[in-house]
């Protein structure tokens, strides 16, 4: 079991940036792949961005592809969504997420924990 909380969404201009963090405790975080999801009213969820277990690279969504990164810091047990360039249309409640078994690193039912959430609000 692992726990996420994440922190760090807020309202910000277009153009703007923001910095979300998804704090892990419990079972040991370095054994988890990690990801990013959002959904924004009236629509699934989608995929935003991951990070494997081994580090060797990073996923990204073709709509933040350029603007989006995932760092991870194992000895704080936390990973990052920087968040560069904002638009309107990334306007979303965030999720991070762990995931330990296998299948596709993009669709969110391959996911083992979530967090609750937090509100991204970008403004034009």
């Known amino acids: 079991q692992v726990q996420l909380v994440e922190s760090g969404g807020g309202l910000v201009q277009a153009g703007g940036s923001l910095r979300l963090s998804c704090a892990a405790s419990?079972?040991?975080?370095?054994?988890?792949?990690m990801g990013w999801f959002r959904q924004a009213p009236g629509k699934e969820r989608e995929f935003v961005a991951h990070?494997?277990?081994?580090?060797?690279?990073?996923y990204y969504a073709d709509s933040v592809e350029g603007r989006f990164t995932i760092p991870k810091d194992n000895a704080k047990n936390t990973v990052y969504q920087r968040m560069n360039s904002l638009k309107p249309e990334d306007t979303a409640v965030y999720y991070c997420?762990?995931?330990?078994?296998?299948?596709?690193?993009?669709?969110?039912?391959?996911?083992?924990?979530w967090g609750q959430g937090t509100q991204v609000t970008v403004s034009s």
């Open positions: 419990g079972r040991t975080f370095n054994n988890y792949a």
């Open positions: 990070i494997p277990r081994t580090f060797r690279t990073t």
């Open positions: 997420a762990a995931k330990m078994r296998g299948g596709f690193y993009s669709d969110y039912r391959n996911y083992d924990f």
